[in-house]
């Protein structure tokens, strides 16, 4: 089977920096992504790492180590929007994209 | 380009009602997705179609049925509501390949009594 582990909370300030880590175990892996939810609103996708390596998009960078079933996502330059919910998701090899969500972590970001 | 568009977007049934929830994309994506959200679990996927024509159950499809209308639909039947399908339904599409990012839909907020 499939299963992902992040933490259920994390707190931080303005301006700071904060890691999100994502451990998974799965057979069939392809790839990691990340997705954002806001109260109350859909999820959107911030990226994904299919190799080994960090992988930047503006204030968001995204991790993966395949070799030790790891990834993290780490968020710069914290704002008061960023107050969000993060899931990571393992993508699965077989010509299509499935994708298991983690169980979320819910980003607090305080003045 | 409205993206992925759910209806309704809040439903109440009673136990042993059915309903469907209609989900339609105009990205020309050949895959699409239902998911369920309950509080503090993630999205949890209850059935797929990879292309036109198929589908596929995911981690959660008991009780439940779906049918890919045509390209752009894919709909969502509950036969007999349970308060235990009391949830967020989110529909989401993606181009199909595995680096594909998954567009959703804004949900249904379903309450089953």
Known sequence: GQSLEQPSEVTAVEGAIVQINCTYQTSGFYGLSWYQQHDGGAPTFLSYNALDGLEETGRFSSFLSRSDSYGYLLLQELQMKDSASYFCAVMFSGGYNKLIFG?????AVHP | NAGVT???KFQVLKTGQSMTLQCAQDMNHNSMYWYRQDPGMGLRLIYYSASEGTTDK???PNGYNVSRLNKREFSLRLESAAPSQ?????????????LDEQYFGPGTRLTVT
């Open chain 1, 103 to 107: 169980a979320g972590t819910r980003l």
């Open chain 2, 6 to 8: 759910q209806t309704p």
């Open chain 2, 58 to 60: 995911g981690e959660v």
């Open chain 2, 86 to 98: 009391t949830s967020v339904y989110f529909c989401a599409s993606s181009g199909g390949q595995p």
